[in-house]
Nanobody, 128 residues
C-alpha cells in the first residue's frame, strides 16, 4: 500500500521561500517517479514538477522554472519541493504524486491522470 504525506506548507510573504516535503511509505521507493501538482481555489489541478526514480531527470512547469527545485532522497523515501521567489499566484494546495515509472521524465508526466498515488495535500499561501 502506498501512502504519501506532505508537509512544509504555510503562509509566506511574496518573495519568500518554503520547502515542501513528501514522505512516502512505498516499498522500493527508488523505482517510483515522483511529482508535485497544485490546485488553487476554483481552478483545476496543475502540474508543477516531476523527478525520475533516480533523481537525474526533472521536468518543470514553465511558470516555476528557475524558482522551484524538485529533489529526492531515496534513503529517506522523501521528495522535496524547494520554492523560492514565491508569488501570490503560487497560492494553492500542493499535492505529492507517485507512480512506478522508470527511465527519464517524460512530457506526459504533466498529466495528473498518469499518476496513480496521491497525498492529501498541504496548503501554501503567499501574501502580497
Amino acid at each position: 500500500q502506498v501512502q504519501l504525506v506532505e508537509s512544509g506548507g504555510g503562509l509566506v510573504q511574496a518573495g519568500g521561500s518554503l520547502r515542501l516535503s513528501c514522505a512516502a511509505s512505498i516499498r522500493a521507493f527508488s523505482t517510483y517517479s515522483m511529482a508535485w501538482f497544485r490546485q488553487a481555489p476554483g481552478k483545476e489541478r496543475e502540474f508543477v514538477a516531476a523527478i525520475s526514480w533516480s533523481g537525474t531527470s526533472t521536468l518543470y512547469q514553465d511558470s516555476v522554472k528557475g524558482r522551484f527545485a524538485i529533489s529526492r532522497d531515496n534513503a529517506k523515501n522523501t521528495v522535496y519541493l524547494q520554492m523560492s521567489g514565491l508569488k501570490p499566484e503560487d497560492t494553492a494546495v500542493y499535492y505529492c504524486a507517485a507512480e512506478k515509472f522508470l527511465g527519464t521524465v517524460r512530457r506526459s508526466y504533466n498529466d495528473s491522470d498518469v499518476w496513480g498515488y496521491w497525498g492529501q495535500g498541504t496548503q501554501v499561501t503567499v501574501s502580497s
